[in-house]
């Protein structure tokens, strides 16, 4: 009897010993760190950079693109989404949900490389890349109007470039958008909406998006179109009919970077920050085709950007007017000069 109560007793401790190490188990693997990433940029480069991490940190990442809409439903969806890092926002939407109390403050080990036009001061926000506004050009619509490819703001009120306009509709922001607010902070507000008014008489044509504003370059249906610059020379250098110039009398930071949210993996969102303003991040943009935009993190790119923008004039925007008055700001654009019309 004894021997089988010894029996029972061993046995019954090989069971609680492999139940434990099976509880430990199933907890590591529930402990394992993720991170949960909100995007606003092309899907591919987003799970490129996420599998990218995963590999070199262990730590599992989940992408989840932000839908479209309003500024409000969007801010609605990072609120509820319990996303960890907002990914591809611009200055204006960082500084609008910052208001909102949905992000968190996080001060990269390279801080010191992010000029301070670049990041929010608290370090709600950073700037990942920078892009600039650039005029894509149809070449054989140019030649049949007998004109040279935009170089100026100027030269867009040209005669023979009323109704060949297309813009991007500025609500989205972009380069729509960022033309009306460069132009705005450096010429003043007089002088820039003079030029709002002589725009408007060229009817130019605003499009649902990027895509579509491309689209109508692309195919003849208009000639020139406002888009970013990083944009207009890839397709420059993969098509032959579109040639790309930059706007040499002022032009805009188009800044796209990175946030923690008030998610539940703080810690991983931050690593995943710290990675994001790698160079081997960087390497990865570039490798999906986008490496004409100028990353903060890879000094090589700054001689990339002195090649094409030269000592381009662009403002130090004021993200309190910028974001914070940006209805004002295209209505009163888009209707400027209508009364005398």
Same mark, same amino acid.
């Given at each position: ?5 010894? !029996? ?6 090989? +069971? ?57 439903? $969007? ?30 403050? *996080? =001060?990269?080990?390279?801080? *010191? ?6 990041? %929010? ?18 070449? $054989? ?12 703001? &100027? ?5 023979? +470039? ?35 008014? =002589?725009?408007? $008489? &060229? ?15 692309? %195919? ?64 990865? !943009? ?18 990339? $950007? ?18 914070? %008055? ?14 005398? =019309?």
């Amino acid at each position: 009897m004894k021997k089988f109560l010894a !029996v029972i007793a061993a046995a019954f401790c090989i +069971l609680t010993v492999l139940n434990t190490a099976h509880t430990a188990g199933k907890d590591e693997a529930e402990k394992k760190e993720q991170v949960k990433i909100c995007i606003s940029m092309p899907v591919d480069i987003a799970e490129a950079l996420a599998e990218d991490f995963t590999k070199a940190s262990g730590i599992e990442t989940q992408v989840v693109p932000l839908p479209p809409g309003s500024a409000e439903n $969007r801010f609605n969806f990072l609120a509820s989404s319990g996303s960890d890092v907002w990914l591809g926002g611009t200055a204006e939407e960082f500084y609008l949900a910052a208001e909102r109390g949905l992000l968190v403050s *996080y =001060q990269p080990k390279e801080a *010191y490389a992010i000029p301070a036009e670049f990041r %929010q001061n608290n370090w709600l926000w950073t700037a990942l890349y920078i892009d600039h506004i650039g005029f894509l050009s149809n070449k $054989r619509n140019l030649h049949y109007l007998g004109l040279y490819a935009p170089e100026s703001w &100027q030269e867009l009120l040209a005669e023979p +470039l009323k109704y060949e306009l297309a813009l991007a509709d500025p609500k989205s922001g972009g380069a729509g958008y960022g033309m009306m607010t460069a132009l705005w902070q450096l010429k003043g507000e007089s002088a820039a909406m003079d030029y709002a008014e =002589q725009l408007n $008489r &060229q009817r130019p044509e605003y499009f649902i998006n990027l895509q579509e504003t491309i689209d109508e370059v692309r %195919q003849g249906y208009k000639t020139v179109a406002v888009v970013p610059l990083s944009v207009a020379l890839l397709l420059e250098r993969s098509e032959e009919n579109l040639f790309a110039t930059i706007p040499a009398d002022g032009n805009k930071n188009l800044i796209s970077g990175a946030s923690v949210l008030n998610g539940p993996n703080n810690a991983a969102a931050g690593k995943f920050i710290e990675y994001l303003l790698s160079n081997r991040a960087a390497e990865i !943009v570039a490798e999906k085709g986008h490496g004409l935009v100028w990353s903060l993190s890879a000094a090589a790119d700054d001689e990339l $950007r002195s090649q094409y923008t030269g000592k381009m004039l662009t403002p130090v925007d004021d993200l309190s007017w910028t974001a914070g %008055q940006k209805a004002n700001v295209i209505e009163r654009w888009l209707t400027a000069g209508r009364k005398t =019309q």
